[in-house]
């Protein structure tokens, strides 16, 4: 029973890393819709992207030949993470442009959005890119299905419950904007290499993406108590 606890955790704690790069990523693209439309893309995105996980989890508890090669050396998973990491690192680039030369504002003056339903459709295809690998490792770990399937629903509740507090804290915030599109490149590359068979310390990538926050959020804060600071010399 302690073994099968551990295991359930562990499975819960893998989610929740892998959730982060979703929180990212679905941040990104629901900015692209109108604000209304956002937290409504946000929830469907997820609860589909959840769906879209179990079914990847039936599938590859019966079939085995995700992982063997069917093109050269390359297998189902191989492609799949160098078509996903690709995609990502083109939709990462593409929105730091956005970004930096003001394209959002210039989309919203000119009422060009992307639309509802291909905003819904990248969550749930970006979503089986991270999924791939989470899914194989959790099948590795256990093979009881209900406590495969009771992790990842209960990670993704979680996931629901705070994509919207820190999309809407990313959004707000440029230079964290374009933090989180940095991660999302660097996240990119390590898809995109594990497809060739070149395996990434999940360590290297998080790691420096975790400093690199807090120095910006320090940076924030200094920021905000400098203003304070100033606006209280001049009511003097």
Do not use: C
């Not at 990523?25 to 629901?30: H, Q, R, S, Y």
């Not at 692209?32 to 996980?53: S, T």
């Amino acid at each position: 029973m302690a073994d099968l606890i551990g295991v359930f955790a562990l499975i819960i704690g893998l989610e929740l890393v892998l959730g982060i790069d979703n929180i990212l990523v679905i941040t990104i693209l629901v900015s692209r819709l109108d604000e209304k439309y956002q937290n409504k893309a946000r929830n469907i995105g997820l609860a589909l992207a959840m769906v879209g996980r179990l079914v990847l989890l039936a599938l590859l508890l019966q079939l085995t030949e995700l992982t063997n090669p069917v093109f050269m050396d390359f297998s189902i998973r191989d492609i799949i993470l160098i078509v996903g990491g690709l995609f990502l690192l083109y939709k990462a680039v593409k929105e730091i442009h956005h970004t930096v030369e003001l394209k959002d504002e210039e989309d919203l003056a000119n009422n060009k959005k992307s639309t509802f339903s291909s905003v819904i459709t990248q969550i749930v295809l970006l979503d089986i890119v991270f999924s791939v690998d989470s899914v194989i490792t959790a099948i590795g770990l256990t093979d009881i299905v209900w406590v495969i399937i009771t992790a990842v629903v209960l990670s993704y509740t979680l996931i629901l419950i705070f994509a919207k507090p820190i999309g809407d804290f990313i959004t707000e915030n440029p230079a964290l904007k374009i933090l989180a599109l940095s991660f999302l490149i660097s996240i990119g590359i390590t898809i995109f290499m594990e497809g060739f068979h070149k395996e990434v310390p999940k360590a290297y990538i998080y790691l420096p993406m975790g400093f690199a926050l807090l120095v910006e959020l320090l940076q924030m804060r200094y920021s905000k108590n400098r203003a304070q600071k100033k606006e209280a010399i001049k009511k003097l």
